[in-house]
């Protein structure tokens, strides 16, 4: 279907292909664009480009950040001996909205899922393991979501960590099965945290 013409129909595409927009919302965003003031189309192109561009991880635990280190991981008053695992820089922030958890982070960005083709090269786990090799680390914290996915994902760490005699927990239950992590109210974050139990 190029009714539209090869430019926008492109545009139409590339929009559709974000989560949660389908054709006819792709549509409506790309008329909306071509109809945009001409410097405030190209201000949003060359906001997408320069965030994509100059997206930075922290060196230690992989979350997004400015600099060379993340807030958590710079500060001093962090307990650098506990690490909590999670999948996103959304989930990270979610824990830290709540003001209550000490310990630092690891941002896998992802889980393992075979049916979306992601393997454990995919994603941040051998930094994981390079990382608890390098630090002196008492208890590694799992933290991925409650999904069938986030837990063969934490199953998997825990078989590779085990030998090294770190202590392993999980997050309880209490988060809704397959619920994501950042949609959790605090209070039900906080009672997975400390209802964790060993692995
Ligand atoms: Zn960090």
Not at 119 to 133: H, K, P, T, Y
Request: net charge negative; glycine share 10%.
């Amino acid at each position: 279907m190029n009714v539209y013409g090869e430019q926008v129909t492109k545009l139409i595409g590339e929009l559709s292909s974000l989560p949660g927009i389908g054709v006819k919302g792709a549509t409506r965003l790309a008329f909306h664009i071509i109809n945009m003031p001409e410097e405030k189309a190209l201000s949003l192109a060359d906001a997408i480009s320069s965030a994509r561009k100059g997206v930075k991880y922290c060196k230690r635990c992989w979350t997004l950040t400015d600099g060379e280190e993340c807030s958590v991981c710079a500060s001093p008053n962090r307990d650098h001996k506990t690490i909590m695992v999670v999948e996103s820089p959304k989930d990270y922030a979610a824990y830290e909205r709540t003001g209550k958890y000490n310990g630092v982070y690891h941002v896998l960005h992802g889980v393992i899922n075979p049916s979306l083709g992601i393997g454990v090269s995919d994603i941040r786990l051998r930094e994981l393991i390079l990382r608890l090799e390098q630090e002196d680390t008492e208890e590694l914290i799992i933290a991925t979501n409650l999904s069938v996915e986030g837990e063969a994902t934490a199953v998997y760490i825990s078989k590779l960590v085990k030998p090294t005699g770190i202590k392993i927990t999980r997050i309880a239950s209490g988060v809704p099965v397959g619920g994501d992590l950042e949609c959790v109210d605090e209070f039900t974050l906080l009672r997975a945290l400390e209802g964790r139990v060993e692995l």
